[in-house]
T-cell receptor, first 113, second 118 residues
């Protein structure tokens, strides 16, 4: 079974810092990887989707990279803002179990003004 | 509607009570998923529908859990004889594409229903 791990579990940074969130997965046979943001009491907001054939995706201040062979993805947030405070989840779309996503437990980010 | 809508947003049930959770996917979306998210954990897959067909129910934790999507749009997740361990947020997601080998894409999630069993 695919296992997805996110490190760190929690992160607190001052406003303006650049930061990196990490996601690792045990089975490299993936179809895609998706980064989500979850605010308290809210659902999941999709941030970036990387197909297995891609190395990275960018959206505004966010950049996600994927190294399928080593089972790793990173989410880079540039110039963090207090509004970025949320829990960030990565989810792996399986190649064989293609109709389900495997989620990590998330990184809870707090950006202090 | 503009997004995936779930109701109710919050549900408190007494142990042993039956509950029904509703999901209205984005109009025209053929794929629909249910996930369960325990406190402090990531969501875990429960079941997948392609239109009205339930193609994968491997994540349903017990036979007390039942999901349906009779007309290929609205879906209901039913939990019979609720137990305290069923307390979680139940998330519904939909996608415009079929999820099959070689053809996979992102899913759009609703806000979830927080179920508390007391």
């Amino acid at each position: 079974k695919q296992e997805v791990t996110q490190i760190p579990a929690a992160l607190s940074v001052p406003e303006g810092e650049n930061l990196v969130l990490n996601c690792s997965f045990t089975d490299s046979a993936i179809y895609n990887l998706q980064w989500f943001r979850q605010d308290p009491g809210k659902g999941l907001t999709s941030l970036l989707l990387i197909q297995s054939s891609q190395r990275e995706q960018t959206s505004g201040r966010l950049n996600a990279s994927l190294d399928k062979s080593s089972g790793r993805s990173t989410l880079y947030i540039a110039a963090s803002q207090p509004g970025d405070s949320a829990t960030y989840l990565c989810a792996v779309g399986g190649f064989y179990n293609f109709n389900k996503f495997y989620f990590g437990s998330g990184t809870k980010l707090n950006v202090k003004p | 509607g503009a997004g995936v809508s779930q109701s109710p947003r919050y549900k408190v049930a007494k142990r042993g009570q039956d509950v029904a959770l509703r999901c209205d996917p984005i109009s025209g979306h053929v794929s629909l998923f249910w996930y369960q998210q325990a406190l402090g954990q990531g969501p875990e897959f429960l079941t997948y529908f392609q239109n009205e067909a339930q193609l994968d129910k491997s994540g349903l934790p017990s036979d007390r859990f039942f999901a349906e999507r009779p007309e290929g749009s609205v879906s209901t997740l039913k939990i019979q004889r609720t137990q305290q361990e069923d307390s979680a947020v139940y998330l519904c997601a939909s996608s415009p594409m079929f999820f099959r080998q070689g053809e996979n894409t992102e899913a759009f999630f609703g806000q979830g229903t927080r179920l508390t069993v007391v």
